[in-house]
């Protein structure tokens, strides 16, 4: 019994169940580029695996042409994953980025909002808006943005469908989507941050660059999942030679939508998604790619 007591709590540990949450503080800051003046609009104390939200807050007159961008951001929810970090750090959340040659808009007027995450760690290292502090592998600071009715009036007035939205880091005055993820759903856009540094979001045209330092994919390719035959758990993996918006479904034989994998823009590269099919019975299933007019299918067996 004692054995087995010290396997399961191996077990146990390796899975994060005991896994130590660390505290996070945070302010919520906006800049006027103006005067060059910030303002705090909120701060607290958090725990990894807690979460906050953007709460509503009058911009002073100065900054009263950039409201609606501030609104759009109101109800977004800032996350960060359990085991993401192994200390306490102290988060400075800039919204950044307001243009005074264009009022009411950012410096690229394609953008829907800009922000750049200072951290301070335990040992007082200060990591700025042009520095990169690493979450743990596997793990991410998320950002979701309800689909609230001043957010989807920002993307109609900058003519941004949902379709054709993109999220980058700034790097070197680019964007460049490596290290991040996004999904799109009926009532919200989840974005993941693999570390903390300067991003924003907009049109996918502009923000979902290219790293020209990256190699990508030659062909559009979905590979046959792997284990197949599988129980519970199978990964599939498959091949983008260019950006856009990406569809990955599972459906059942008689072609009914099981589970949606993967919907929302990507940048060009290979991908690898992992399917649990727990909740459902043996049989066989299919999972259909779709991006930029073309679509790839392939068949997998669940044996329980």
């Not at 264009?102 to 200072?118: A, I, R, S």
Request: with cysteine.
């Amino acid at each position: 019994m004692k054995k087995l007591f010290t396997i399961l709590s191996v077990v146990l540990l390796s899975t994060g169940i005991f896994a130590q949450e660390h505290n996070i503080g945070y302010q919520v800051i906006v800049w006027d580029a103006c005067t060059q003046s910030t303002f705090t609009i909120t701060g607290d104390t958090i725990q990894t695996g807690q979460s906050f939200t953007i709460p509503p807050y009058t911009l002073p007159e100065s900054l009263s042409s950039w409201q609606r961008l501030y609104n759009a951001l109101v109800g977004v929810t800032f996350s960060i994953d359990s085991g993401a970090t192994n200390q306490d750090i102290y988060l400075g959340i800039n919204i950044l980025g307001f243009d005074c040659n264009n009022e009411g808009f950012y410096f690229n007027p394609d953008l829907f909002f800009f922000m750049g995450v200072t951290v301070v760690d335990e040992d007082g290292n200060f990591f700025g808006f042009d520095d990169v502090f690493p979450f743990n592998p596997g793990k991410y600071a998320r950002l979701t943005f309800p689909l609230s009715d001043d957010f989807t009036s920002l993307l109609d007035t900058l003519m941004i469908t949902l379709d054709d939205i993109g999220f980058g880091y700034y790097v070197n005055n680019i964007f460049i989507p490596d290290g991040l993820e996004f999904e799109v759903t009926d009532d919200y856009i989840q974005l993941r941050l693999s570390h903390f540094s300067k991003f924003g979001g907009g049109r996918g045209s502009v923000v979902d660059v290219e790293n020209p330092a990256g190699d990508k994919p030659k062909d559009f390719a979905l590979y046959q999942n792997y284990p197949n035959p599988f129980n519970p758990t199978t990964k599939i993996r498959y091949e983008l030679p260019n950006s856009g918006y990406v569809t990955l479904k599972v459906y059942d034989a008689l072609g009914s939508e099981v589970k949606t994998l993967v919907k929302g823009n990507k940048p060009a590269g290979s991908y690898e998604v992992e399917f649990n099919a727990e909740n459902l019975p043996s049989g066989i299933y299919f999972y259909e790619l779709k991006t930029n007019n073309q679509v790839l299918t392939r068949k997998m067996i669940l044996l329980k």
